[in-house]
């Protein structure tokens, strides 16, 4: 698919349904994000109808079928100017998905039951009897395994190393802090963390990345999970503080297996930036989380996770940058490794975890879901 999407310039990978429709084909809708970004986009034409403005300018809260309310300058970046090409493009797309034959989402409906019934509802469809089957499949994570066929030594060791360290701690006593491939921060929030884990004497395994240049972007990507950036973690972390925190905390350069750290028995607690195949990496190995979204839908992620799910505890952070104060990550970090409120919810993930498993047994939903899909491809070939 990336080779594809490298060495060509034709449409090679067509998003919208007429296309297909008019050759004939069977149109499916693969959505790669949850139950409840699926609802709330699909409601994004109706919204647009219903108000001239930038949702950026709206200072309301927004209601989409299934979700908890947001904040309107927390919607996906590319609808908060009406002036974007991008805002038209998913207007014009989520009014035209309903015309798909179906939606298969990574995603199993004990995980999102609200949204689930929203789109069973049709709620967030312009007509909801005309609103395509959907099938919820999920949870589809990789496979635990190295990091490439081809890393070099030195990486290997590192990650393996990580890994061996886990094995030395206690059971769920480690936090766990990792952003994806395009989390990095500035030297500043740097700092804001670093004070924030020293001060709340929790274990913790830290993922951190090269910070951005002075010309670059924060959201800007730098780096992806296969390639390792040399920096010095000295120049970026508080003087002292790797020396200080050595007995119960560890840090790692720009990448860890983080499916193979989230299943070790010492792992607690996730922070994270709530994109959802992290997501359901936490939820496969029931570990409760902190939401801390940077980007994309990854807002809309955190207030399911906190207010319908009840597996994670939101982060206050600033609204013009998102930036987040060391006290706030202190006390957040507390609560979820020290208090009855985490206890509760690390109890709630690991039934989670149960209910992902059973989803994806002989008999659950999500394989009678795929069961479903693959008859009627048999039936329409």
């Known amino acids: 698919m990336s080779s594809l999407t490298q060495t060509t310039m034709e449409d090679s990978i067509v998003l919208y349904p007429a296309p297909g429709s008019s050759l004939g084909i069977p149109v499916y809708q693969f959505f790669t994000s ?5 609802s709330a986009f699909s409601y994004l034409p109706k919204i647009h109808e219903q108000t001239s403005k930038n949702f950026k300018d709206l200072s309301v809260l927004l209601h989409f079928p299934g979700n908890p309310p947001l904040k309107s300058i927390h919607m996906v970046e590319p609808m908060l100017h009406r002036d974007d090409p991008a805002y038209w493009d998913m207007i014009y797309f989520f009014s035209q998905i309903p015309k798909s034959d179906g939606i298969i989402v990574n995603t199993f409906q004990e995980l999102e039951p609200i949204a689930v019934k929203a789109i069973t509802e049709g709620a967030c469809f312009p007509d909801p009897k005309l609103a395509p ?21 030195e990486e290997r060791k590192g990650n393996n190393e990580c890994l061996w360290w886990l094995e030395k701690q206690p059971s769920r006593s480690v936090v766990y802090l990792c952003f994806g491939s395009r989390g990095c921060f500035s030297v500043s929030q740097l700092k804001e963390i670093a004070d924030a884990l020293e001060r709340s004497e929790q274990r913790f395994l830290w993922v951190v990345k090269r910070p951005p240049l002075d010309h670059e972007s924060t959201e800007k990507p730098k780096h992806t999970s296969d390639t390792i950036v040399e920096f010095d973690l000295d120049s970026v972390l508080p003087s002292g503080f790797l020396e200080r925190t050595e007995e119960r905390g560890m840090v790692v350069k720009s990448w860890a297996p983080q499916v193979e750290v989230l299943n070790k028995e010492a792992v607690g607690g996730f922070v994270t ?15 409760p989380m902190i939401g801390w979204p940077l980007y994309a839908e990854q807002h809309m992620n955190r207030n399911a996770l906190v207010e319908d ?13 998102g930036f987040v104060c060391g006290d706030e990550l202190e006390k957040k970090l507390r609560e979820l490794m020290e208090s009855e409120k985490g206890r509760e919810m690390r109890e709630r993930s690991l039934k989670m975890r149960d209910m992902g498993m059973c989803a994806r047994a002989a008999f659950g939903s999500s394989t009678v879901a795929l ?5 009627t491809w048999n039936r329409t070939s």
């Not at 930036?273 to 570990?287: D, I, K, M, P, T």
Request: hydrophobic share 40%.
């Open 309 to 321: 799910m009840k597996m994670a505890i939101g982060l206050e952070q600033r609204d013009e940058d």
């Open 371 to 375: 069961n479903k899909l693959v008859e």
């Open 133 to 153: 089957p959907v099938f919820y499949i999920g949870p589809l994570i990789a496979e635990s395994k190295d990091q490439t066929g081809n890393e070099e030594e």
């Open 34 to 38: 949850g139950a409840a970004i699926l």
């Open 273 to 287: 930036h709530c994109g959802w195949n992290s997501v359901l990496e936490a939820v496969v190995a029931g570990v």
